[in-house]
């Protein structure tokens, strides 16, 4: 989990409400992904950036929304249009998607909706 | 599209044993295979990865993977199984979109439980 920080660990959401889960690296990575897992399902892309300013949809993108404003930071925002959004969610981090580098991920984020 | 397949949801062994979690790929191309552990409420750890080379690739912890070709298989060994070896394992394989991002792919894991 080094370098990678995910805030908070914990994060309970009401029906209909936006909620932003915090990522952010410090070591110097170009790419940047976000994760859902589920239990009995691995894990799926919602979003991933190879760049500042730049961003694009995953595998499960409906509901969810991303910025890239600076390198080290990769927030996600749960929309009130994603209909099960209860799961853990991962960041990660390479040096660039190019190549065969390896990801490495953040401790996570549990979301709960009440 | 590449894809992996981890066909035991669990494996139980007996801490001193040795341990095998499975996993098969199915890619067209050369494979880049991946194993990730995760521990409760955790992120994952990168443990190994096939890239090209020897069939045997060592990595953290004292874990190896074993890659057969004929087989198109990637399966994680420990000669001698730990309790703290209790965790989540995940095999994943690199697929290139040919849009010059390339993903990884997970499988749906395999929980290990080492028992005293």
């Known amino acids: 989990d080094g370098g990678i920080t995910q805030s908070p660990k914990y994060l309970f959401r009401k029906e209909g409400q936006n909620v932003t889960l915090s990522c952010e690296q410090n070591?110097?990575?170009?790419?940047m992904y976000w994760y859902r897992q589920d239990p009995g399902q691995g894990l799926r892309l919602i979003y991933y950036s190879q760049i500042v300013n730049d961003f694009q949809k995953g595998d499960i993108a409906e509901g969810y929304s991303v910025s890239r404003e600076k390198k080290e930071s990769f927030p996600l925002t749960v929309t009130s249009a994603q209909k099960n959004p209860t799961a853990f969610y991962l960041c990660a981090s390479s040096p660039r998607t190019a190549y065969q580098d390896t990801q490495y991920f953040g401790p996570g984020t549990r979301l709960t909706v009440l | 599209a590449q894809s992996v397949a981890q066909p035991e949801d669990q494996v139980n062994v007996a801490e001193g044993n040795p341990l095998t979690v499975k996993c098969t790929y199915s890619v067209s191309g050369n494979p880049y295979l991946f194993w990730y552990v995760q521990y409760p409420n955790r992120g994952l750890q990168f443990l190994l990865k096939y890239i090209t080379g020897d069939n045997l690739v060592k990595g953290s912890y004292g874990f190896e993977a074993e890659f057969n070709k004929s087989q198109t298989s990637f399966h994680l060994k420990k000669p001698s199984a730990l309790v703290s070896d209790s965790a989540l394992y995940f095999c994943?394989?690199?697929?290139?979109?040919?849009?010059?991002?390339?993903?990884?792919?997970f499988g749906t894991g395999t929980r290990l439980l080492v028992s005293p």
């Open positions: 994943a394989v690199r697929d290139d979109e040919g849009t010059g991002f390339q993903k990884l792919v």
């Open positions: 070591l110097n990575h170009d790419a």
